[in-house]
């Protein structure tokens, strides 16, 4: 698409979704889940609460649904269920930052909202990353700083590599702004580096907060780090850290360290740490903090390096966001429950009390909406396990199986639809996660929208699938060997 005279990059990003949107194939579209209106996405940024409104910008790439340079798109919302699209906020189109607007984070200074995002610089086959400002006053037209890059080479000296340096994530404490970026160590591990300012434009460098180890990864991605429920917590996206147990079996994989922050040293203790989701399609959180001091996460609905088939068929759009989820931190882990305006937006549709399930199937609904919400409560007997099928045809279903003797649960999509395979991994079509029973009863909240489940599990961990179904399966059956009480059970569908 060529530049009309006078344009800027940012016009023409603009004009071109105005023109072209109307070509995206609604087959597979969300009804409630972020996504772009025409192109990719991935990594949501500058996720912040601004005067009223929760805004969420994220990586963007208008002209192809596939990744291209990054641009940040924008939305806004009042309830994080119903999103208003907004124009373009970032285009690359400055010198340091000519082959993209990477990820980073947003916060809000004497009524102005703040971007602070990686300057993408590709030379000659050479990557340089430096940290850059945009500031607006209106929340949704931004002027990038003429001090850009505020964190460059002279910053970072020795500390990590210019080359992988990138994902700043701003935050306020105290009477100072921190922002903790991502890097890589000589030894090919993940870094954490902290910096600090007073204005958020004239920057210093304050410490290693956490660097990695052999068992780590060789790169993490998109640190963010906040204080929750008398806890320190660090999340971050490492590429290729190795399987432990049922976790990190995906290509890139997300975690949370729980510990407690030194601040005299800027130096991050670890007590704990787990993966964050146990699905496949999960990467690159982000958190903010609402006026009600709520925290809440979203994520890039799907994973690197793997088919897409909303891109394969030329569907023209690719990724979107989870459900965004509030966090707390017990028992030195990180929870997570649906934000409470779902259940301001949900119509019952079905509820059951006290079902008993003894090896005969229980068929629940055959016809299964785009937007149905199922919540349920079981109660195990001895070596007892539960499936249930959703989205069920003659083919195949997606199968959520949770067995109490291997306290295991699993969510598999196999067979369901368009092939996902990745380019250097296995072909995986399902996850499990350690799950223990709470007071012998397992507790589900599952969302689906048109080609997305994500599960709640116990009101602590979560694992999040895409599907893309060739025909509908409209079925959802319960299945159980040995004895399983379902004591409550509620079907409903969002209202978007
Ligand atoms: C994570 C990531 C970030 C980077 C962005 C580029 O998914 O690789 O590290 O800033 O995506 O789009």
Redesign the pocket.
């Known amino acids: 698409m060529n530049l009309t005279e006078k344009e800027t990059l940012l016009e023409q990003a603009n004009r071109y979704i105005t023109e072209n949107k109307a070509k995206v194939v609604a087959d597979y579209r969300h009804h409630y889940h972020v996504m772009a209106p025409i192109g990719w996405i ?2 949501p940024n500058g996720f912040v609460f601004y005067k009223g409104e929760y805004h969420l910008f994220y ?1 963007y790439y208008p002209y192809d649904s596939n ?1 291209g340079p ?1 641009h940040w798109g924008h939305v806004k919302s009042k309830d994080l269920l119903h999103w208003e699209d907004l124009p373009i906020a970032l285009a690359p189109d400055q010198d340091y930052d000519k082959s ?1 607007c ?2 980073g984070s947003a916060i809000e200074k004497d009524g102005h909202l703040y971007l602070m995002y ?1 300057g993408h610089v590709e030379e000659n086959g050479v990557v340089y990353q430096r940290q850059c400002i945009a500031v607006s006053e209106d929340g949704i037209h931004f002027e990038k700083s003429d001090q850009n890059p505020v964190i460059g080479e002279k910053l970072l000296g020795e500390h990590g590599s210019i080359h992988d340096f ?2 700043p994530k701003v935050f306020r404490h105290g009477d100072t702004y921190f922002s903790v970026v ?1 890097t890589k160590s000589a030894a090919d591990h993940g870094k954490i580096l902290l910096f600090s300012s007073k204005d958020l434009i004239e920057w210093s460098f304050y410490s290693v907060m956490l660097e990695g180890n052999d068992s780590q990864g060789i790169m993490w ?2 640190p963010d780090f906040f204080r929750l429920d008398g806890k320190d917590v660090l999340i971050m ?1 490492p590429i290729q850290i190795p399987k432990r147990g049922h976790e990190f079996h995906n290509i890139s994989s997300t975690i949370a360290y729980i510990g407690t922050m030194d601040w005299s040293t800027g130096k991050f203790q670890v007590e704990n740490d787990h993966e964050i989701d146990g699905g496949l399609d999960f ?2 959180p982000q958190t903010l903090e609402d006026d009600q001091g709520r925290r809440i996460m979203i994520a ?1 609905m799907q994973m ?1 390096d793997r088919t897409r088939p909303p891109h394969d068929l030329g569907h023209n759009w690719s990724g979107a966001m989870t459900l965004p989820r509030q966090l707390h931190v017990k028992n030195q882990c990180l929870t997570q429950v649906p934000v409470s305006f779902v259940y301001e937006n949900m119509v019952n549709e079905k509820e059951l009390h006290h079902l008993v399930l003894k090896d005969d199937p229980y068929c629940l609904t055959q016809d299964l909406g785009d937007n149905v919400v199922i919540e349920l409560e079981a109660d195990f007997s001895d070596g007892a396990s539960l499936a249930i099928q959703v989205a069920k045809n003659e083919m195949a279903a997606l199968k959520i199986i949770y067995n109490k003797a291997k306290q295991l649960l699993t969510i598999s999509r196999e067979n369901v639809g368009h092939l996902i395979c990745g380019n250097e991994e296995p072909q995986l079509v399902a996850r499990s996660m350690d799950v223990r029973l709470i007071d012998g009863k397992l507790k589900l909240e599952m969302f689906r929208d048109t080609s997305s489940l994500e599960l709640f599990v116990n009101d602590k961990q979560t694992m999040t699938i895409t599907f893309y179904e060739i025909a509908k399966g409209k079925e959802v059956s319960l299945h159980s060997e040995g004895k399983v009480v379902i004591t409550e059970l509620k079907m409903s569908h969002l209202t978007v």
């Open positions: 991935n990594d990586q990744w990054m993209g990477f990820s990686t990138r994902d991502a991605e998109c996206s990467y690159a890039w690197w």
